[in-house]
């Protein structure tokens, strides 16, 4: 007996694991719909292996490997009175009300052999034994500070950013501008003071602005210092890179979209920018990386704007009725034209719609497995600004997609529709119809009331198979994520493999 449950838990692991769910549900998003013409844009120089499973983890360290080791470890007292535990959006997160002393001890060694230099950009021999002794020691303190041992050497503008700061020393340039071209003892020491007694995390805040343009330049920074991304040549395509990679960034982070990051979001989301750079600055094979900084997942997005922007030109907003050849003219005019105004999402920049507004388009139509995609369809959808879809709001968009169903022959009954619908999200079609966000989003079934509204491309798949069966995607827990979503994986890749064997 014992033996079947342990055999039907591994089961059920194995099917709702995001690692196995390509395997699992067979995407359409494979099959090619139509030819995308080649871009100069240069491909990953390293082939994806495929998605087997890896035997050491890409952003594994020796670091992190000894903080698994500390579960038995004892913790001194000082820590637990210090930190609080949080569950958010994106897990567990801990807050510290102030830095262990330990922690600032070492800072400040580290600081005092900075001070001693004439030059920022000479290079120091590094040792982390000591920094390794602390994670072991304060597990929960650098819970998303993950230290690549291999580095022997760092200049001193990055090892006062990485050992004293606690930021990625991949981000010192962006830290550098922050100083005095030529930065004196008290410049290094007056910074450091304004955020010493603040965790990592918080620091980042303190230090940066992080809007837009202050992540945009984050991004630039790790792009334009990390080996792996020498190849994206000219730097065009490594500043569209950046603007990609923050427009990700948003998307995941930023839930009110007001494309402005601020400590107070992040303990509620627990969405980490510092994690997301300390992945990527210990990752050897981007072309693996599933996060914010994966370039097999820029070059389609690239490419996808670049086949609708004025001229294949990226840098140039598109009009409307470029934005209406999305996708073979999938979404109804209506749609298109309130996405256009930034309805579904602000604009990153008033009246135009930009790379980084079409990428929240993209990911919104694809990764329709996270409440990011959904909040942006809702938002599209509730003409009546009510907080909620009624009937006034469906009939706005179905009575469009009427005359399309019409030109293809399609019987429809719009009564029928909408007691389906309200079947599947309120599970009673006696009540009226009317529905909230919460009610949409946990029932699972909002893509088929988008569909219905939205495209009738779309619709008509849904129409061709059991709704329920259709929505199965959605079946295996909240995504929060994109770089998480099952259906965004199948899509880049499959994507990607498409686009660059036309090259």
Not at 30 to 45: D, G
Not at 203 to 215: I, T, W
Not at 394 to 408: A, G
Request: charged share 20%; with cysteine; aromatic share 14%.
């Amino acid at each position: 007996m014992n033996e079947d449950i342990i055999v039907d838990n591994l089961m059920f692991m194995f099917i709702t694991d995001v690692e196995n769910f390509d395997t699992i549900i067979q995407s359409d998003f494979r099959k090619q719909k139509s030819l995308l013409s080649p871009s100069k844009i240069p491909q990953s120089p390293v082939k994806r292996t495929g998605d087997t499973p890896k035997l050491r983890s890409s952003n594994m360290t020796d670091s992190s490997a000894l903080q698994s080791m500390t579960s038995s470890h004892m913790r001194i007292p000082s820590l637990i009175q210090t930190m609080n535990a949080k569950i958010t959006k994106y897990g567990k997160i801990y807050l510290f009300k102030m830095v262990p002393q330990k922690i600032l001890q070492y800072e400040n060694i580290v600081l005092q052999s900075i001070l001693n230099c004439e030059d920022m950009d000479v290079q120091l021999q590094i040792s982390y034994q000591d920094k390794i002794n602390l994670q072991v020691e304060f597990k929960e303190y650098f819970q998303h500070i993950i230290t690549n041992t291999t580095k022997t050497q760092l200049s001193a503008a990055e090892l006062f950013t990485e050992e004293v700061l606690g930021l990625p020393h991949m981000i010192s340039s962006a830290v550098m501008k922050l100083l005095p071209l030529n930065p004196s003892n008290e410049d290094l020491s007056k910074l450091y003071d304004k955020v010493k007694n603040f965790h990592p995390e918080q620091r980042l805040y303190e230090l940066f602005p992080m809007n837009f343009q202050s992540v945009l330049e984050l991004c630039a920074s790790v792009i334009g210092t990390h080996p792996e991304y020498a190849f994206v040549q000219p730097q065009i395509y490594a500043d569209s890179l950046a603007r990609a990679t923050a427009a990700r960034i948003f998307y995941d982070a930023d839930f009110t979209g007001k494309w402005q990051l601020t400590f107070d979001q992040y303990k509620k989301t627990g969405y980490s920018v510092l994690k997301q750079i300390f992945q990527v600055q210990n990752t050897a094979d981007i072309s693996t990386l599933d996060s914010p900084f994966g370039y097999e997942q820029f070059y389609v997005m690239y490419c996808l704007y670049s086949k609708y922007a004025p001229g294949n030109n990226v840098e140039k907003p598109l009009a409307e009725i470029q934005l209406r050849a999305f996708n073979e003219f999938q979404y109804s005019a209506r749609f298109v034209a309130r996405v256009f105004r930034g309805v579904g999402r602000p604009l990153l920049t008033k009246n135009q719609f930009n790379f980084e507004d079409f990428i929240v388009m993209l990911l919104s139509d694809v990764c329709y497995d996270t409440e990011q995609s959904c909040r942006f369809m809702f938002n599209v959808a509730d003409i009546s600004a009510q907080n909620s879809i009624s009937k006034f709001d469906f009939d706005y968009f179905f009575s469009e997609n009427q005359i399309q169903f019409e030109q293809r022959g399609v019987t429809t009954q719009r009564q029928d529709i909408l007691i389906q619908l309200q079947d599947m999200i309120k599970f009673n079609y006696d009540e009226d119809f009317n529905f909230s966000f919460e009610q949409i989003r946990r029932s699972k079934m909002h893509m088929n009331l988008f569909d219905a509204m939205f495209s009738v491309q779309k619709f008509v798949q849904f129409e061709n198979r059991d709704p329920y069966v259709a929505n199965s995607e959605l079946q295996t827990g909240n995504v929060v994520s994109h770089c998480d979503s099952g259906v965004w994986r199948a899509f880049w890749q499959g994507m990607y493999d498409s686009i660059s064997g036309d090259d």
